[in-house]
């Protein structure tokens, strides 16, 4: 389970913890959850860099909140999430926040209390056990 809690201005947020490219070390950041962001995960540029991601050479093109369309850088990122290692897909902003997507929630139970201070989990949905089929 991850817990965090809601900020000052109603976002819930989490921690994540990436690993640089090279020689894995672990970065704590705290990371707003964006239900409206259909990807895994959106990194500021800075914190990209600072940790030694590359964008892919084929940046990707979405539609966002203000209609508008914009171009994105991507790199793949190395993390932890839940205490499991993998690597996610990220798009590379010049915003100043750590975004968690949709895809990264994918197969999570999301609760918040929304208010300054809330608790915020997310949780594993069980996997379904596969049904049988009876013999007559």
């Known amino acids: 389970m991850i817990t965090g809690r809601v900020n000052e201005r109603h976002e819930a947020t989490i921690p994540v913890t990436l690993a640089a490219p090279v020689d894995r070390e672990l970065h704590d950041f705290i990371a707003i959850i964006d239900t409206g962001l259909d990807y895994h995960l959106a990194l500021p540029n800075t ?3 600072r940790l ?3 964008p892919i050479p084929e940046p990707i ?3 966002m909140g203000n209609d508008r369309r914009h171009e994105f850088d991507r790199s793949f990122v190395a993390m932890l999430w ?3 290692p993998m690597s ?3 798009l590379v902003s010049d915003s100043e926040e750590i975004l968690v997507g949709n895809r990264l929630l994918a ?3 999301l609760t918040a209390v929304m208010v300054p201070g809330g608790r915020v989990t997310i ?3 069980p996997t379904p ?5 009876e013999i007559s």
Do not use: K
């Open 123 to 125: 949780s594993r949905l």
């Open 82 to 84: 839940d205490d499991q």
């Open 88 to 90: 996610v897909p990220a």
């Open 61 to 63: 093109s979405m539609i």
């Open 107 to 109: 197969g999570c139970y």
């Open 47 to 49: 914190v990209a860099t």
């Open 52 to 54: 030694g991601y590359h």
């Open 129 to 133: 056990e596969p049904q049988r089929e």
